[in-house]
C-alpha cells in the first residue's frame, strides 16, 4: 500500500514516516512539504520522493496520505486529498474552526474516502485497560474526572495563533476529551474555562483551567498546560482520575518507562517501553484503508473534540458558562 505524507511540520510526521516505513504492508511513497528544503531532507531521510508540487503528488497511484501540516492548513490539505480520492489520516486537531471540520467530513463523505484523526493515545495499553474497567461498571455510575495534559510549550508555528488556531488549550483539550468520549460514551453539556499565558512571552495561552459538565451530570476537570520545563525528561503526560460511586482508577498513560542518563547529551530522559502508541496507530490507518472498514477513531471524532474547544474559547472571553452548540 502506497502512503503519502503532505507536510512535515508537526513533529508526528517523523513517527509517522518512521513506522509507515517499518510497516511490511505499506510503503512511504512520496512526501509533499511547503518547506522545500524539509521536504528534501526527509524525503532523504526516509529514501523517499520529494514533491515540489501537491498535485503532482496526489496524481501519483498513491492509496492513502498522512496530513502533517500547520492546523489552519488541514482543511486545504483534506479536501484536496478527497478530491484526489485519497484516504486521509489527519492530524489532530481537525481544524481550528467548526465550520471547516464539517466541510472536511462531508467532502470525504462525498468522495467516499475514509477521515481519520490523529488521536493516539486511545492505543496506549494503560488507557485501553483504563476504559475496559469502566465499561464493565466496576467503578459504578462515573461522579467526576480530574485530567491533564501538561506539556513542553512546542514554539515555532504553535505559538501563531494564525496557523494554530491557539495555544495550549487548542494543542491539549482534544486529547482528554477525545478519550473521555470514547471511554464514557458521554458528550458535553456546558463548559468553563479560564485561560492565561504565564510560563512563555508568546502570543497564545500557555496554561488554564477546564471544567466541564457531561450530558450524564459527570463534572470534568482539565490542565491543558505548555508547564513543563526544558529539562523535563519527556514531552509532557495525559493523566486521569475516574471517581466512580463503585470505586476510582487513576492512570497515567505515559508511566511505563525507564530512566536513562544520557551524559553525551546532558540530560535525564524517559525511554518508554510500552507499545508505541504512534506505531498503532499508523497501524490501524493502513489496516483501516485495506480492509475499508469504518475508521476507528472518525472525523466526527475530531468534531467534536474541536466543538469542546471553540466552546473553552468561548467561556474564557465571556468570563460565563457555555453551553455547548453542536453541529
Known amino acids: 500500500m502506497k502512503v503519502g505524507i503532505i507536510s512535515f511540520a508537526h513533529m508526528h510526521a517523523l513517527a509517522y514516516a518512521q513506522y509507515l516505513v517499518k510497516h511490511p504492508g505499506a510503503e512511504l511513497a512520496g512526501i509533499w512539504d511547503a518547506d522545500e528544503q524539509r521536504g528534501n531532507k526527509m524525503a532523504k531521510q526516509f529514501e523517499s520522493n520529494f514533491y515540489v508540487d501537491l498535485d503532482e503528488l496526489l496524481e501519483t497511484d498513491i492509496e492513502a496520505v498522512i496530513i502533517c501540516s500547520e492546523n489552519t492548513n488541514h482543511k486545504e490539505h483534506v ?62 455510575e462515573i461522579i467526576a474526572v ?91 503526560d495525559v493523566t486521569l482520575k475516574i ?25 535525564i530522559q524517559q525511554q518508554p517501553w510500552a507499545e508505541d502508541m504512534d506505531e498503532a496507530l499508523v497501524n490501524d490507518f493502513i489496516d483501516c484503508v485495506k480492509t475499508r472498514r469504518k475508521p476507528f477513531i472518525t472525523g466526527n471524532d475530531g468534531l467534536r473534540t474541536l466543538e469542546v474547544v471553540k466552546a473553552a474559547y468561548r467561556s474564557n472571553e465571556l468570563k460565563q458558562v457555555v453551553v455547548l452548540e453542536r453541529n
Open 146 to 236: 480530574n485530567a491533564t495534559n501538561h506539556g513542553q510549550m512546542p514554539g515555532g508555528w504553535f505559538v501563531e495563533k494564525e496557523l494554530s488556531g491557539g495555544g495550549s488549550a487548542t494543542d491539549h483539550i482534544v486529547h482528554i476529551m477525545d478519550l473521555l468520549r470514547w471511554m464514557l460514551k458521554d458528550e458535553v453539556k456546558n463548559v468553563y474555562a479560564e485561560f492565561d499565558t504565564r510560563f512563555y512571552d508568546i502570543d497564545v495561552e500557555d496554561c488554564g483551567s477546564v471544567m466541564l459538565e457531561l450530558e450524564s451530570g459527570t463534572i470534568v476537570s482539565i490542565d491543558p498546560s505548555w508547564s513543563r520545563p526544558e529539562t523535563f525528561p519527556t514531552w509532557g
Open 243 to 267: 471517581v466512580g460511586t463503585e470505586g476510582t482508577v487513576t492512570v497515567d498513560a505515559f508511566k511505563q518507562h525507564s530512566i536513562l542518563y544520557n551524559d553525551k547529551e546532558g540530560k
Open 79 to 140: 479536501l484536496k486529498a478527497a478530491s484526489y480520492k485519497k484516504q486521509i489520516l489527519c492530524e489532530k486537531p481537525i481544524a481550528t474552526e467548526v465550520v471547516d471540520a464539517t466541510a472536511m467530513i462531508k467532502a470525504c463523505e462525498e468522495n467516499d474516502v475514509i477521515l481519520q484523526v490523529a488521536y493516539p493515545v486511545r492505543f496506549a495499553p494503560a488507557i485501553k485497560k483504563v476504559k475496559a474497567i469502566v465499561q464493565s461498571g466496576k467503578l459504578g
